[in-house]
């Protein structure tokens, strides 16, 4: 198992700017992923934390609103470029210790844009 | 495309047994996972099907048809804290989770 801790827990920003978000697992995972979620909504995967490369994006997310880092196979960041109130979301930050395997999650991070 | 249905949201009455179901068509099937998340929660693991039948776990069982792309979880003897949305979730041939979007369950005393 992994246990995950992102901080901050919940943020209220300003228009136009950025907030960063971390993760940090407790053991030495394969895989990170960062979603958001919507009250209400299922999850909705941003993108994939690769360790050491760029990484991978889902349809409708980019790099320059959403740069993610992953220095190691322990820490990740995602961070939230110029926000407007629709970034308002819960973010998630998930990792599986073995490829197909159960994702643990963080507890999230409660982001309201204002 | 790739699939997942669940319903929206059901209704049971605590000490009762209750039957969340889910039909996928996923390019290629690695598993199937559910999950439950208490309001303003993280979600957490219940369960995981790769091969047909039933897996029991305590009060939850999640049975697995990948013949018919059909998966549910069941829950007995309902208790107030069952109250929580379940989502299921299926391992693609990619190895990429493919997301429902949730049963909320309301637990009625």
């Known amino acids: 198992s992994a246990v995950i801790s992102q901080k901050p827990s919940r943020d209220i920003c300003q228009r136009g700017t950025s907030l960063t978000i971390q993760c940090q697992v407790d053991?030495?995972?394969?895989?990170m992923f960062w979603y958001r979620q919507q009250p209400g909504q299922s999850l909705t995967l941003i993108a994939t934390?690769?360790?050491?490369?760029?990484?991978?994006?889902e349809s409708g997310f980019v790099i320059d609103k959403f740069p993610i880092s992953r220095p190691n196979l322990t820490f990740s960041t995602l961070t939230v470029s110029n926000m407007s109130p629709e970034d308002s979301s819960i973010y998630l930050c998930s990792a599986n210790v073995r490829v197909g395997n159960e994702q643990f999650f963080g507890p999230g991070t409660r982001l309201t844009v204002l | 495309g790739q699939n997942i249905d669940q319903p929206t949201e059901m209704t049971a009455t605590e000490g009762a047994i209750v039957q969340i179901n889910c039909t996928y068509q996923t390019s290629g099937f690695n598993g199937l996972f559910w999950y439950q998340q208490h309001a303003g929660e993280a979600p957490t693991f219940l369960s995981y099907?790769?091969l047909d039948g039933l897996e029991e776990k305590g009060r939850f069982s999640s049975f697995l048809s990948r013949s018919k792309g059909y998966s549910y979880l069941l829950l007995k003897e309902l208790q107030m804290k069952d109250s929580a949305s379940y989502l299921c979730a299926v391992v693609d041939s990619n190895y990429q989770l493919i997301w429902g979007a949730g049963t909320k369950l309301i637990i009625k005393p």
């Open positions: 934390a690769n360790q050491g490369s760029e990484a991978t994006y």
């Open positions: 053991s030495q995972v394969t895989m």
């Open positions: 099907n790769v």
